[in-house]
């Protein structure tokens, strides 16, 4: 079992940054691929980014390619999203979630966390 807990999100304006954190608890943390979701009211959760155990193997959405890095600290437990250039349409409930293979997917994955509110303003 894995519990995961997000923290970071907020209300920012757009153009700027937040860094969310997810942190993992009660398994081996760094035999897991770690990755984030987000979604919206009434659609479904989409993929965003995924970091493998080693940090050599990461992917992001087009939407989020080159504004977004994911990374990961094994030593802390601990998986983040640096959030840079935030725009309205990244405003969503960001997920942490935890699998055990490279996926992007929502069925890849097999623990969640609760979710963190981004809410961005123009």
């Known amino acids: 079992q894995l519990q995961l807990v997000e923290s970071g999100g907020g209300l920012v304006q757009a153009g700027g940054s937040l860094r969310l954190s997810c942190a993992a608890s009660?398994?081996?943390?760094?035999?897991?691929?770690m990755a984030w979701f987000r979604q919206t009211p009434g659609k479904e959760r989409e993929f965003v980014s995924f970091?493998?155990?080693?940090?050599?193997?990461?992917d992001y959405a087009d939407s989020v390619e080159g504004r977004f890095t994911i990374s990961r600290g094994n030593t802390k437990n601990t998986v983040y999203l640096q959030m840079n250039d935030l725009k309205p349409e990244d405003a969503a409930i960001y997920y942490c979630?935890?699998?055990?293979?490279?996926?992007?997917?929502?069925?890849?994955?097999?623990?969640w966390g609760q979710g963190t509110q981004v809410t961005v303003s123009s």
């Open positions: 970091i493998n155990w080693s940090g050599g193997s990461i």
């Open positions: 009660g398994s081996a943390f760094s035999n897991y691929v």
């Open positions: 979630a935890a699998g055990y293979g490279r996926s992007r997917h929502v069925q890849g994955y097999t623990y």
